[in-house]
């Protein structure tokens, strides 16, 4: 198995992570953070604001920690990129309404006041 994360900060700072092995580790003790035992690891950082400005890592063992907070917010908030098409098609019909019965209440006050 290989895996890929790819990463955006912040910051503006690109990374990718390649790992030929990836599994959870349970620590109880560790409550609201997910740690991933990688193998064989390759990272390489950029950051965008300067071209060539760059780094790598490679190492036999890592532990990716990912804090579950940063999670559930990106679960109950998806955004266009984390939905699917039909889902973002759903999303904007759903706003269109919402914008015409607004619309449908304004207007007769807007009349009312001229």
């Known amino acids: 198995m290989i895996l890929l994360l790819l990463i955006r900060t912040a910051a503006v700072i690109k990374r990718f992570i390649t790992a ?13 953070i997910i740690s991933l035992n990688l193998d064989n690891v390759f990272t390489h950082s950029d950051d965008v604001k300067k071209q ?7 190492s036999e063992k890592m532990v990716y920690n990912i804090l579950l907070s940063d999670i559930s917010v990106s679960i109950r908030n998806p955004g266009p990129r984390e939905m699917s098409s039909v889902d973002v ?6 706003k269109e309404k919402k914008l015409e019965e607004k619309s449908r209440e304004y207007i007769p006050q807007m009349i009312q006041i001229i």
Do not use: T
């Not at 060539?52 to 490679?58: A, E, G, R, T």
């Not at 098609?89 to 759903?94: D, E, S, V």
């Open 20 to 32: 030929s092995k990836a599994f959870f580790k349970e620590d109880s003790s560790n409550r609201g």
């Open 52 to 58: 060539l400005d760059y780094s790598y890592l490679i």
């Open 89 to 94: 098609f759903k999303a904007i019909k759903l």
